[in-house]
């Protein structure tokens, strides 16, 4: 017995699905009955994003206070469990403000930019936190309990959600790069990534500050080191990205690439060009965020080891370590032995999307690069890696800089960089700068 789904007419809007809005007519259509719960379920999420319109556009107007390793030290050496829930205040809205403004930004594209399904995804990623975010801003944490629970939840969720979102928004700017010029973007990514950096800065550091306050073994009142950033031992953080991407290159290649690590650790201030005693047995440690180093060195040793392989260099790539204490610096030097970068390559490899790891050709720029989420066995570039890790480390570019005198004086040249030096038919070095506390 043959039975027929039985149909009914539906009246709906016409919907521009980026700019959330109704446009002046409805069109009737007709549905069966099997698909209405489809219709229901797309009218309803039309509701969502109708709702989301007005806190979208003023949020994206509010200020953000300087952001600065000088703030997240403050809030570590504040923390109690009153300023935690403030903390968590603060975390919401300042969440919301740059969701907002990244939702704006993805508004200004071009209509078939937006259209675009990988793109689409990346805007859908946004409004989804959006939702969240302004839920959990109607009920703020009210005690270390339910702080936990936000932090457990809400910013475990905000960290997780936003962790993948670099290959699908890679994917389809490269499906569209007919429809913008280079310097659009370039102009676009480099905010983008920038802020997205600041947004999980802003996540994991209150995530951090929660396990603090939570754990009495951890917790120590005006310590430096209750949030995000931890005195680390720099020789080790460095074995453990070598080690990582050797098990990379073991998957890719059945070889592994020996790293040398040396130090030029001087007495006093290394700064002042004048010329130092050397201390060899110094204790190579500095404090900083350990997640933001790891995904430099990951993707400079990438770029190296495969430079190494490829090439047939026996020899070790070198990490040589510079510490300044007064004021506070680190500069890592990674020399690699893998024939330098052609003149032609060397232009591009600030450059997003540009990758040679369909070149075969070894040298060490974009190669290996995963962004983070896809996966320690992906070895492809995606032209990220590069481009990426400088906007890590220039995060805190217009960071404060303590001295003896005055604190709060900025000194021009602490700002964090990421530079690269090659040498043709010999190798590539790459210098790591970046000031500390």
């Known amino acids: 017995m043959i039975t027929r789904a039985r149909c009914v ?39 969502i994003r109708s709702l989301l319109e007005r806190p979208i556009v003023q949020y994206s107007q509010k200020p953000l206070p300087k952001f600065s390793l000088k703030q997240l030290y403050r809030q570590s050496e504040k923390l109690t469990s009153n300023t ?22 993805f508004r200004k594209l071009p209509y078939l930019v937006v259209l675009n399904p990988s793109i689409s995804e990346s805007y859908d990623t946004y409004l989804h936190t959006m939702s969240s975010l302004l839920r959990a801003s109607l009920y703020p944490p009210h005690t270390l309990k339910e702080n936990e629970e936000f932090a457990e939840q809400v910013l475990t969720e ?23 010029t280079h310097q659009q973007i370039k102009e676009f990514l480099d905010d983008h990534l920038r802020e997205r950096i600041s947004m999980r800065l802003i996540a994991h550091q209150h995530l951090e500050l929660t396990k603090s306050i939570n754990n009495p073994d951890r917790y120590v009142p ?50 002042s060009q ?5 201390e060899i047995n110094q204790e190579l440690t500095f404090p900083y965020i350990e997640y933001h180093l790891d995904y430099i060195l990951m993707e400079l040793f990438k770029n190296s080891f495969r430079a190494h392989i490829e090439n047939k260099v026996d020899q070790p790539v070198q990490v ?53 989420g896809l996966g320690g066995n992906t070895v492809a570039g995606m032209g990220y890696g590069l481009p990426l890790s400088k ?21 021009p040249p602490t ?10 038919g010999w190798g590539t070095d790459v210098y790591l700068k970046t000031v500390g506390y």
């Open 9 to 47: 007419t539906w009246r709906i809007p016409a919907i521009n699905p980026f700019r959330t809005y109704v446009q002046s007519q409805s069109h009737p259509i007709s549905v069966c009955e099997d698909e209405v719960g489809q219709q229901e379920r797309f009218l309803e999420e039309y509701k």
């Open 84 to 105: 935690i829930l403030k903390n968590a205040y603060d975390t919401v809205e300042h969440l919301l403000i740059y969701n907002a403004r990244r939702l704006k930004e």
């Open 158 to 180: 905000f960290i997780d959600v936003h962790a993948d979102t670099l290959p699908s928004l890679s994917k389809g700017f490269s499906e569209v790069s007919n429809l913008l």
């Open 222 to 271: 005006g310590g430096k080191y209750n949030g995000v950033i931890k005195m680390l031992n720099i020789p080790d953080v460095i074995k453990k990205n070598a080690d990582i991407v050797n098990d990379i290159t073991m998957l890719k290649y059945d070889q592994a690439v020996k790293v040398q690590i040396d130090s030029n650790q001087y007495q006093g201030n290394y700064w």
């Open 274 to 278: 004048s010329e130092p005693t050397l």
């Open 320 to 372: 040589t370590i510079s510490i300044s204490r007064n004021p506070l610096f680190l500069e890592l030097r990674i020399r690699d032995r893998g024939k330098g970068i052609p003149t032609k390559a060397y232009k591009h490899i600030f450059d997003y999307s540009y990758t040679t790891y369909e070149s075969g050709e070894g040298e060490a720029n974009k190669t290996l690069n995963v962004p983070p």
């Open 391 to 411: 906007q890590y480390i220039e995060i805190f570019n217009d960071t404060l800089v303590p001295n003896d005198d005055d604190w709060e004086v900025e000194i």
């Open 415 to 424: 700002k964090g960089s990421l530079t690269v030096q090659t040498y043709n």
